[in-house]
Structure formats: structure tokens, C-alpha cells
């Protein structure tokens, strides 16, 4: 499965916290990954990669936490730290 959407949107939504805090860039983030979600975290890492390359996430550290929930779905974006 292919997560290029999710991290487009992903990319999009950090614009505009950037944008709205008026600070430089992203330099962490914690995404939260659904239990059913069957992609590993190299593979996640690596969309994660390409979509903030050139961007005002690119280098910033991700941390991804898997779901307890054993039913969760989906992606969700749990803290952001920006620099100012
Ligand atoms: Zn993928």
C-alpha cells in the first residue's frame, strides 16, 4: 500500500502551521499509525522523506507511534514542534 496522499496532505497541514505560527520550519513531528496500517516505519520514513524534501519539514525528526487500539486506521498528526 502506498501512502503518498497521506503525506501530501501531511505536508500540506505543516505549511500551514508554519505559515499561521509565522516560524522558520518543522523540526520534529509524531504521527500516530493505526494498528491496521501494514506499512513498516522504514517505509513510512521514507514517504515521509520524499514528500518534505525541499520543504519547511525537510529534515525534521518523525517519530512514529503505533495505535493500541487494535482496530485504528489511518494517520494522525499528534504534536509538531516548530523553530521560530
Ligand atoms: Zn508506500
Do not use: C, Y
Not at 500516530?32 to 529534515?59: K, N, P
Amino acid at each position: 500500500m502506498h501512502e503518498s496522499g497521506v503525506f501530501a496532505s501531511l505536508l500540506q497541514e505543516l505549511e500551514r502551521l508554519v505559515a499561521e505560527n509565522q516560524a522558520k520550519r518543522v523540526s520534529a513531528i509524531e504521527l500516530v499509525v493505526g494498528a491496521l496500517e501494514t506499512s513498516d516505519d522504514e517505509h513510512l520514513r521514507e514517504h515521509f522523506r520524499m514528500a518534505s524534501q525541499g520543504t519547511i519539514a525537510e529534515g525534521a525528526e518523525l517519530t512514529l507511534v503505533r495505535d493500541p487500539n487494535p482496530l485504528s486506521t489511518g494517520f494522525v498528526l499528534r504534536s509538531v514542534e516548530l523553530e521560530t
